[in-house]
């Protein structure tokens, strides 16, 4: 461990996760809603040797050291046995120096913006302030771009753009803004948490103290809701003789009610998901307005609905309206109207008197109307033939009726 932590940050190659107490207490301002601004971890070997922790030699803290140094201000023991001398070199900028068993192992410059370096997983990350942090796992290498949730709550999205991974984090649904990476790894801070971003998309968190700690997980994603099963609702009676029941429309969301009345026939009214009406046909109106509507068999006892979401050779989805109630069925058979003569062989009667109906085919040409109170036959058309080709001398009545008149 230590041999691979002096080797990564000898040759820049750190990367980003469990954290030790930080040694200074939080002193950088952070924007509230968005991370603190970042950098990359420079990392380079240190021009000569350095003694070990404690060792003889060594500039006590709060005195001048090197002017290119700064002023040691402590010196940390990380979690891999590593020794890091922390010097201050302005009021942004502090440096910190790396040796493992003696020998030098690097340096973290954070000049304005924090540092990390990456041991395989354990990190250590410089503070511009001189904030310090050390933390074994709490690493998720190679991350896909998605949603992440952090120890504390944190959600994060990771994104890729132009070859460069980058960071956003989401509040109320809403991300504040993606940071880009530049170079091998950043650092940001989001509230709490502590977060340091790879070249390969690959990130560690830790939260600032809190006991809990973990690597970030991805959110997954809800399976999507069933689509609302689209079946009729129930037939109601809402009056003696006329029936409803709402229906599923072409249109996602959108319903139809069927109206069927004894009297008024069938209706059909198309409201949106808000309930605002869209369109209705009637018995009066079967079709035509708005949202392909149309009633085929408005005046009979059993109407269609039919739909289409688009015109032109689209064809209709139909649906029967709700049929009405026993008893409530309209009768469509007109009444026979009541006979004014007996027709056929027979006799029959109209206003009192008797006429007498021949057979065959002087019936087909005779017809029989009363007049004065009398029976009055008159033959025509191919009946008057039959009888004169017959020889029968039939002699109209009329003339004799009138000559008892005169």
């Not at 030098?104 to 511009?128: H, I, K, Q």
């Not at 504040?176 to 977060?195: C, E, H, I, P, S």
């Not at 991805?218 to 069933?226: L, T, Y």
Request: proline residues 8%.
């Amino acid at each position: 461990m230590r041999t691979a932590l002096r080797t990564a940050l000898a040759t820049a190659f750190v990367a980003g996760v469990v954290l030790t107490t930080p040694v200074l207490t939080a002193g950088a301002a952070f924007a509230a809603d968005g991370p603190a601004a970042a950098g990359s971890a420079e990392v380079r070997p240190t021009a000569e040797a350095a003694p070990g922790a404690g060792t003889a030699g060594e500039a006590a803290p709060g005195t001048a050291g090197d002017a290119a140094k700064g002023t040691l201000v402590r010196t940390e023991t990380l979690l891999d046995g590593t020794i890091a001398k922390i010097y201050k070199v302005g009021p942004a900028h502090h440096r910190a120096e790396l040796f493992s068993q003696g020998a030098p192992a690097g340096v973290l410059d954070a000049v304005t913006r924090p540092v990390a370096g990456n041991d395989n997983g354990t990190f250590f990350v410089l503070f511009e302030d001189g904030r310090t942090f050390n933390w074994d796992r709490n690493y998720l290498p190679g991350a896909r771009p998605g949603t992440y949730r952090l120890a504390d709550g944190t959600l994060l999205e990771l994104a890729r753009k132009d070859g460069r991974y980058g960071l956003q984090k989401i509040e109320d649904g809403k991300g504040r803004g993606f940071t880009y990476l530049n170079g091998l790894r950043q650092v940001w801070q989001y509230g709490k948490a502590v977060v340091v971003l790879e070249h390969d998309g690959g990130f560690a968190a830790y939260i600032e103290g809190s006991a809990k700690q973990a690597a970030p997980r991805p959110v997954e994603k809800p399976a999507p809701a069933p689509a609302p099963e689209r079946t009729p609702g129930p037939v109601v009676t809402v009056g003696a003789c006329t029936v409803r029941q709402v229906v599923p429309s072409g249109f996602p969301g959108w319903k139809v009610t069927l109206t069927n009345d004894l009297a008024k026939g069938p209706k059909a009214v198309l409201t949106d998901d808000k309930g605002e009406v869209r369109g209705s046909v009637d018995r009066a109106h079967p079709t035509g307005g708005q949202g392909g509507l149309t009633i085929k068999g408005a005046d009979t006892a059993a109407p269609r609905f039919g739909q289409r979401t688009q015109g032109g050779d689209m064809p209709f989805s139909w649906t029967d309206f709700p049929k009405l109630p026993k008893g409530c069925a309209k009768d469509s058979a007109a009444p026979a109207p009541a006979p004014s003569a007996t027709t056929g062989t027979g006799t029959g009667t109209q206003g009192g008197q008797t006429s007498v109906v021949p057979r065959g085919g002087v019936a087909a040409g005779a017809e029989f109307a009363p007049e004065g109170g009398s029976t009055t036959l008159v033959a025509t058309g191919a009946g008057a033939a039959v009888l004169a080709a017959a020889g029968l001398g039939l002699v109209s009545l009329r003339r004799r009726t009138a000559a008892a008149r005169g």
